[in-house]
T-cell receptor
Framework: DTGVSQDPRHKITKRGQNVTFRCDPI?????LYWYRQTLGQGPEFLTY????????KSRLLSDRFSAERPKGSFSTLEIQRTEQGDSAMYLC?????????????FGSGTRLTVV | AQTVTQSQPEMSVQEAETVTLSCTYD???????LFWYKQPPSRQMILVIR??????QNATENRFSVNFQKAAKSFSLKISDSQLGDAAMYFC???????????FGTGTRLQVFP
Protein backbone atom coordinates (compact mmCIF):
# COMPACT_ATOMS: atom_id res chain seq x y z
CA ASP A 1 0.00 0.00 0.00
CA THR A 2 1.44 3.36 -1.04
CA GLY A 3 -0.50 5.47 1.45
CA VAL A 4 -3.14 8.08 0.72
CA SER A 5 -3.18 9.22 -2.92
CA GLN A 6 -4.69 12.42 -4.22
CA ASP A 7 -5.27 13.45 -7.78
CA PRO A 8 -4.53 15.89 -9.31
CA ARG A 9 -1.62 17.43 -7.42
CA HIS A 10 -2.32 20.85 -8.90
CA LYS A 11 -5.37 22.37 -10.54
CA ILE A 12 -5.73 25.81 -12.07
CA THR A 13 -9.24 26.78 -13.03
CA LYS A 14 -11.16 29.85 -14.07
CA ARG A 15 -13.66 31.38 -11.72
CA GLY A 16 -17.08 29.85 -12.22
CA GLN A 17 -15.84 26.48 -13.42
CA ASN A 18 -16.47 23.21 -11.62
CA VAL A 19 -13.60 21.08 -10.33
CA THR A 20 -13.43 17.57 -8.91
CA PHE A 21 -10.68 16.04 -6.80
CA ARG A 22 -10.10 12.39 -6.04
CA CYS A 23 -8.71 10.70 -2.95
CA ASP A 24 -7.72 7.05 -2.58
CA PRO A 25 -7.26 6.16 1.10
CA ILE A 26 -5.22 3.37 2.63
CA UNK A 27 -7.19 0.28 1.70
CA UNK A 28 -7.86 -1.02 5.20
CA UNK A 29 -8.94 2.39 6.54
CA UNK A 30 -12.69 2.80 6.82
CA UNK A 31 -12.62 6.53 7.66
CA LEU A 32 -11.81 9.26 5.18
CA TYR A 33 -11.53 12.98 5.83
CA TRP A 34 -11.29 16.14 3.74
CA TYR A 35 -9.50 19.24 4.97
CA ARG A 36 -8.74 22.63 3.46
CA GLN A 37 -5.51 24.49 4.16
CA THR A 38 -4.85 28.07 3.17
CA LEU A 39 -1.41 29.63 3.13
CA GLY A 40 0.09 30.01 6.58
CA GLN A 41 -2.81 28.31 8.33
CA GLY A 42 -3.51 24.93 9.81
CA PRO A 43 -5.81 22.51 8.01
CA GLU A 44 -9.52 23.08 8.57
CA PHE A 45 -11.95 20.19 8.75
CA LEU A 46 -14.49 19.94 5.92
CA THR A 47 -16.14 16.54 6.17
CA TYR A 48 -15.60 12.88 6.94
CA UNK A 49 -16.92 9.48 5.94
CA UNK A 50 -17.13 6.18 7.68
CA UNK A 51 -17.30 3.67 4.87
CA UNK A 52 -19.77 5.23 2.42
CA UNK A 53 -21.69 7.28 4.99
CA UNK A 54 -20.92 10.98 5.32
CA UNK A 55 -21.10 11.50 9.07
CA UNK A 56 -20.09 15.10 9.61
CA LYS A 57 -19.95 18.28 7.54
CA SER A 58 -18.38 21.56 8.55
CA ARG A 59 -20.14 24.87 8.11
CA LEU A 60 -17.20 25.68 5.81
CA LEU A 61 -18.71 23.25 3.33
CA SER A 62 -21.07 25.53 1.46
CA ASP A 63 -23.74 24.35 -0.95
CA ARG A 64 -21.20 24.59 -3.77
CA PHE A 65 -19.17 21.78 -2.21
CA SER A 66 -20.14 18.13 -2.35
CA ALA A 67 -18.24 15.03 -1.32
CA GLU A 68 -18.98 11.41 -2.04
CA ARG A 69 -17.56 8.04 -1.20
CA PRO A 70 -19.84 5.78 -3.20
CA LYS A 71 -18.43 2.35 -2.40
CA GLY A 72 -16.59 3.10 0.79
CA SER A 73 -13.26 3.20 -1.00
CA PHE A 74 -12.14 6.30 -2.94
CA SER A 75 -13.77 9.68 -2.43
CA THR A 76 -14.39 12.72 -4.60
CA LEU A 77 -14.73 16.35 -3.61
CA GLU A 78 -16.48 18.60 -6.12
CA ILE A 79 -16.58 22.37 -6.04
CA GLN A 80 -19.14 24.00 -8.28
CA ARG A 81 -18.94 27.57 -9.58
CA THR A 82 -15.49 28.10 -8.11
CA GLU A 83 -14.59 31.42 -6.52
CA GLN A 84 -11.18 32.95 -5.87
CA GLY A 85 -11.68 32.30 -2.17
CA ASP A 86 -11.70 28.58 -2.91
CA SER A 87 -7.99 28.73 -3.73
CA ALA A 88 -6.30 26.49 -1.18
CA MET A 89 -4.68 23.13 -0.61
CA TYR A 90 -7.28 20.37 -0.26
CA LEU A 91 -6.02 17.54 1.91
CA CYS A 92 -7.42 14.07 2.21
CA UNK A 93 -6.66 11.76 5.12
CA UNK A 94 -7.72 8.33 6.25
CA UNK A 95 -7.73 6.36 9.48
CA UNK A 96 -8.86 3.12 10.99
CA UNK A 97 -11.84 3.89 13.16
CA UNK A 98 -10.81 1.13 15.51
CA UNK A 99 -7.78 2.86 16.96
CA UNK A 100 -8.12 6.58 17.50
CA UNK A 101 -4.65 6.90 18.97
CA UNK A 102 -2.90 6.63 15.63
CA UNK A 103 -4.14 9.88 14.16
CA UNK A 104 -4.68 10.26 10.48
CA UNK A 105 -2.52 9.47 7.45
CA PHE A 106 -2.54 12.39 5.04
CA GLY A 107 -2.14 12.56 1.30
CA SER A 108 0.03 15.11 -0.47
CA GLY A 109 -2.94 17.31 -1.24
CA THR A 110 -4.43 18.98 -4.29
CA ARG A 111 -3.49 22.62 -4.69
CA LEU A 112 -6.33 24.58 -6.28
CA THR A 113 -5.77 27.97 -7.84
CA VAL A 114 -8.83 29.87 -9.06
CA VAL A 115 -7.99 32.68 -11.50
CA ALA B 1 -15.98 23.67 20.81
CA GLN B 2 -12.40 22.56 21.02
CA THR B 3 -9.62 24.96 20.08
CA VAL B 4 -5.87 24.62 19.64
CA THR B 5 -3.48 27.54 20.02
CA GLN B 6 0.12 27.74 18.90
CA SER B 7 1.50 31.08 20.03
CA GLN B 8 4.86 30.87 18.25
CA PRO B 9 4.51 31.58 14.51
CA GLU B 10 8.24 31.02 13.99
CA MET B 11 11.09 29.47 15.92
CA SER B 12 14.71 28.90 15.07
CA VAL B 13 17.36 26.60 16.45
CA GLN B 14 20.94 25.79 15.74
CA GLU B 15 21.85 22.32 14.56
CA ALA B 16 22.41 19.89 17.47
CA GLU B 17 20.61 22.18 19.91
CA THR B 18 17.23 21.67 21.59
CA VAL B 19 14.05 23.58 20.85
CA THR B 20 10.59 23.51 22.40
CA LEU B 21 7.39 24.33 20.52
CA SER B 22 4.35 25.37 22.56
CA CYS B 23 0.73 24.32 22.23
CA THR B 24 -2.31 24.87 24.37
CA TYR B 25 -5.82 23.59 23.81
CA ASP B 26 -9.26 23.98 25.22
CA UNK B 27 -11.79 21.20 25.66
CA UNK B 28 -14.46 19.95 27.99
CA UNK B 29 -13.88 16.34 26.99
CA UNK B 30 -12.02 13.94 29.25
CA UNK B 31 -11.02 11.42 26.60
CA UNK B 32 -9.05 12.64 23.60
CA UNK B 33 -5.75 12.38 21.77
CA LEU B 34 -3.11 14.94 20.97
CA PHE B 35 -0.66 14.92 18.10
CA TRP B 36 2.22 16.83 16.60
CA TYR B 37 2.44 16.79 12.82
CA LYS B 38 5.33 17.96 10.66
CA GLN B 39 4.73 19.48 7.23
CA PRO B 40 7.90 20.07 5.17
CA PRO B 41 7.60 22.62 2.36
CA SER B 42 5.38 21.29 -0.44
CA ARG B 43 5.24 17.88 1.17
CA GLN B 44 2.65 15.89 3.00
CA MET B 45 1.80 16.05 6.68
CA ILE B 46 3.67 13.47 8.72
CA LEU B 47 2.80 12.31 12.23
CA VAL B 48 5.64 13.03 14.64
CA ILE B 49 4.31 11.96 18.00
CA ARG B 50 1.02 11.23 19.77
CA UNK B 51 -0.28 11.34 23.32
CA UNK B 52 -3.34 9.72 24.86
CA UNK B 53 -5.01 12.06 27.35
CA UNK B 54 -5.55 9.27 29.89
CA UNK B 55 -1.84 8.49 30.06
CA UNK B 56 0.19 10.56 32.48
CA GLN B 57 3.51 9.46 31.02
CA ASN B 58 4.86 11.81 28.40
CA ALA B 59 5.32 10.28 24.95
CA THR B 60 8.79 9.97 23.42
CA GLU B 61 9.85 9.10 19.88
CA ASN B 62 13.61 9.14 19.41
CA ARG B 63 14.65 12.84 19.46
CA PHE B 64 11.08 14.03 19.91
CA SER B 65 9.30 14.20 23.26
CA VAL B 66 6.29 15.98 24.67
CA ASN B 67 5.47 17.71 27.93
CA PHE B 68 1.80 16.97 28.48
CA GLN B 69 0.15 18.92 31.29
CA LYS B 70 -3.49 17.86 31.27
CA ALA B 71 -4.72 20.22 33.97
CA ALA B 72 -3.07 23.17 32.27
CA LYS B 73 -4.18 21.90 28.83
CA SER B 74 -0.67 22.26 27.55
CA PHE B 75 1.14 20.00 25.07
CA SER B 76 4.61 21.16 24.07
CA LEU B 77 7.02 19.41 21.72
CA LYS B 78 10.74 19.19 22.46
CA ILE B 79 13.15 18.40 19.66
CA SER B 80 16.59 17.36 20.85
CA ASP B 81 19.77 17.31 18.78
CA SER B 82 18.05 19.30 16.02
CA GLN B 83 18.89 18.39 12.45
CA LEU B 84 18.58 20.35 9.21
CA GLY B 85 15.85 17.95 8.13
CA ASP B 86 13.71 19.03 11.07
CA ALA B 87 13.02 22.34 9.34
CA ALA B 88 9.28 22.43 8.59
CA MET B 89 5.91 23.67 9.77
CA TYR B 90 4.83 21.91 12.93
CA PHE B 91 1.16 21.60 13.77
CA CYS B 92 -0.33 20.66 17.09
CA UNK B 93 -3.62 18.79 16.72
CA UNK B 94 -6.43 17.63 18.97
CA UNK B 95 -8.53 14.64 18.05
CA UNK B 96 -12.07 14.65 19.29
CA UNK B 97 -13.88 11.34 19.07
CA UNK B 98 -17.50 12.46 18.73
CA UNK B 99 -17.56 13.63 16.04
CA UNK B 100 -14.25 12.26 14.85
CA UNK B 101 -12.10 15.11 13.66
CA UNK B 102 -8.63 16.58 14.06
CA UNK B 103 -8.50 20.22 15.09
CA PHE B 104 -5.25 21.96 14.21
CA GLY B 105 -3.42 24.96 15.53
CA THR B 106 -2.06 27.61 13.18
CA GLY B 107 1.39 26.06 13.14
CA THR B 108 4.95 27.00 14.05
CA ARG B 109 7.57 27.37 11.34
CA LEU B 110 10.84 25.89 12.57
CA GLN B 111 14.10 26.96 10.99
CA VAL B 112 17.29 25.04 11.68
CA PHE B 113 20.61 26.79 11.17
CA PRO B 114 23.90 24.96 10.62
Amino acid sequence: DTGVSQDPRHKITKRGQNVTFRCDPISEHNRLYWYRQTLGQGPEFLTYFQNEAQLEKSRLLSDRFSAERPKGSFSTLEIQRTEQGDSAMYLCASSSGQDSSYGYTFGSGTRLTVV
Amino acid sequence: AQTVTQSQPEMSVQEAETVTLSCTYDTSESDYYLFWYKQPPSRQMILVIRQEAYKQQNATENRFSVNFQKAAKSFSLKISDSQLGDAAMYFCAYRSLAPDKLIFGTGTRLQVFP
